[in-house]
């Protein structure tokens, strides 16, 4: 039997009970490594987390905690090869998809250490001036925001293990709030090798770092009233978190990213042929493959002028065509394998669903793999689907989490606009279009149901920051069917960890709460 890799929890490493639930190698199908979360104390973890770790990273100001962020990015840097290893054994990707996950983890962490250290030398956050309640000044109201006296859990997906835990343990940490990691059972080996790298650095005060390998059971019961959870995964689940006493009788915090079916929209002036409808060729071959289509904000749906339907479905079948499957460690290999043999069921059922609905104008299941056994590897080629008829339901409601989208024809811009929104809120739409005006109004027109709107012109065409790429100054989130979840977008994530209260009192009083961050 495989290693049983162990749990930083109270302060030390711990196996859980049992044999534990497999990590597989995607491509070959041999096991990895176990995790087991079975039989440990958490509720004993937790209070060990939010005591120790709690008071320790509260008595440090926002600058003196963004230089922790700035030491786990340089442990993490420095042991930055064994991570894409293991992204490769573990999650089947090439080293350009590892990357988006490695190197966006690291990323994330620099950017938030220099936000940190903007924020100088406070432990909490003014919130607008102070405002006269008595008529004649003397008594007064000034919000603050003041770090919770919890810990953050966080439940993370598959798909990103290294970047799904940095990208929400940075915000955290800066914050002054402990952080206990729950990664996806078929991936977590990268995060909590990344964690384990962290640990044995000495980077952090004891506590301020914990992480729980395999089921998540028990974890939500040992959470107390001022903690908060960040969960990242289905719709499912998230509700089955929403239902839990912790968040409905305690009032724990919650914030949820959740599926969703994200767009792209060629606007009417580009035709096949116009540097916009290029852009839009290049930028959906680019999120269907990256990661094999295993993203959150992929593109699901694309939305392109009746007229050029056709053109649209040939240009991005043309490209799709060109792309070898199979195992990342060949060289020829673009794209590499879905996370696990129950995803890749999930993804052909879901666009056996589909099929019900749309034509495929370029079936992925009928692509040769590189290097990797039909019967026993994740591994499938990227699939399109067209329906002309823009009546089919179901691709608007089912989100296959895979390297498959849907090509839809729109009559014109309102018919497009209503479309989109039967995604019923999502991630992000891009748009592509040589029309800045246009695409500010459009922008505007879809801006409620988005987290994100990503306009794609000519001017942009090389530099802009890509339709799925998450960057940590802009928000990720999304309402409706996304989770209503709110994320990263520089220092806003801060507010996730901190209280905003209202301090009412006489000037002098107030004046001895001394300096907040700017
Ligand atoms: P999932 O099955 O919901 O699992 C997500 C996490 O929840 C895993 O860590 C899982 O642990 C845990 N979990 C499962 N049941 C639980 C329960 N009853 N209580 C508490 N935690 C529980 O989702 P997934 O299949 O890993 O991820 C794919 C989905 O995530 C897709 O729908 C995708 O769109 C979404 N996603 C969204 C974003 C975003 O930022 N919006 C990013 C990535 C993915 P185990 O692994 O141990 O079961």
């Known amino acids: 039997m495989s290693t049983l890799l162990p749990n ?43 005591h120790e ?29 064994r991570y894409f290893d293991i992204a490769l054994a573990n999650s089947g990707t090439t080293h350009r998809d590892s990357a988006v996950d490695i190197d966006g983890a690291i990323f994330t962490l620099g950017q938030y250490a220099r936000w940190g250290t903007e924020l100088g030398d406070a432990r909490w956050l003014p919130d607008g001036e102070a405002v006269p309640l008595a008529k004649d000044g003397s008594f007064r109201s000034q919000h603050v925001s003041v770090p919770v006296r919890g810990l953050a859990l966080f439940i993370n997906a598959f798909n990103f293990p290294a970047w799904g835990l940095w990208e929400k343990a940075a915000p955290a940490l800066l914050s ?16 909590q090798a990344m964690v384990a790298d962290v640990i044995a650095a000495g980077v952090l005060p004891p506590g301020a770092l914990s992480i729980a390998c395999g089921s998540a059971r028990g974890l939500l019961d040992a959470l107390q009233p001022f ?14 978190i929403r239902a839990h006493d912790a968040v409905v009788r305690r009032s724990v915090r919650v914030n949820v990213e959740a599926d ?12 096949p042929g116009s540097p916009a409808f290029d852009l839009l060729i290049d930028e959906v071959v680019r999120e269907m493959t990256v990661k094999s289509g295993q993203k959150c904000t992929a593109i699901r749906r694309i939305f392109v002028p009746a007229a050029h339907y056709a053109d649209a479905g040939r240009a991005i079948s043309a490209r799709l065509a060109q792309i070898t499957v199979g195992d990342p460690r060949n060289d020829a290999v673009r794209m590499g394998s879905l996370v696990s043999r129950a995803q890749w069921e999930s993804v052909r059922a879901g666009i ?20 990797a056994d039909p019967s026993v590897s994740a591994c499938i080629g990227p699939t399109l689907l067209g329906a002309p008829d823009a009546s089919a339901g179901a691709v608007h409601e089912i989100e296959v989490f895979g390297p498959v989208a849907t090509l839809l024809p729109y009559r014109d811009l309102d018919d497009a606009t209503r479309q989109v929104r039967l995604g019923q809120g999502s991630l992000v739409t891009s748009i592509y279009t040589g029309d800045d005006a246009l695409a500010a109004r459009v922008a505007l027109e879809l801006a409620d149901a988005h987290g994100r709107l990503h306009v794609v012109t000519p ?60």
């Not at 969703?260 to 035709?271: F, G, Q, T, V």
């Open 53 to 81: 770790g709690g008071t320790a990273l509260r008595a440090l100001t926002y600058r003196e905690r963004a230089g922790l962020l700035a030491a786990i990015a340089d442990v993490l840097k420095a042991n930055r090869d």
């Open 176 to 191: 002054g709030v402990p952080v206990v990691a729950k990664p996806a059972t078929a991936t977590a080996w990268l995060a």
């Open 260 to 271: 969703s079916l994200n767009s792209a929209l060629l606007l009417p002036d580009a035709p």
């Open 227 to 240: 903690d908060v959870v960040s969960f990242t995964g289905s719709a499912d689940t998230a509700a089955a």
């Open 459 to 518: 001017a942009v065409g090389a530099t802009h920051s890509g339709h799925g790429n998450v960057m940590p100054m802009s928000l990720h989130g999304g309402p409706g069917r996304a989770g209503g979840g709110e994320e990263l977008g520089g220092l806003r994530a801060l507010q996730f960890y901190h209280r905003r209260t209202a301090i009412q009192g006489a000037g002098s009083v107030l004046d001895g709460l001394g300096a907040g961050g700017p």
């Open 352 to 371: 056996a669903q589909l099929r019900r609905h749309a034509e495929v104008l370029h079936d992925g299941e009928a692509t040769p793999l590189v290097d």
């Open 8 to 50: 930083f929890l109270a302060g030390r490493w711990q196996a859980g009970d049992g044999p534990g639930a497999p990590l597989f190698d995607p491509v070959s199908g041999a096991e990895l490594a176990r995790v087991s979360s079975a039989g440990l104390d958490l509720a004993a973890a937790c209070e060990y987390a939010r």
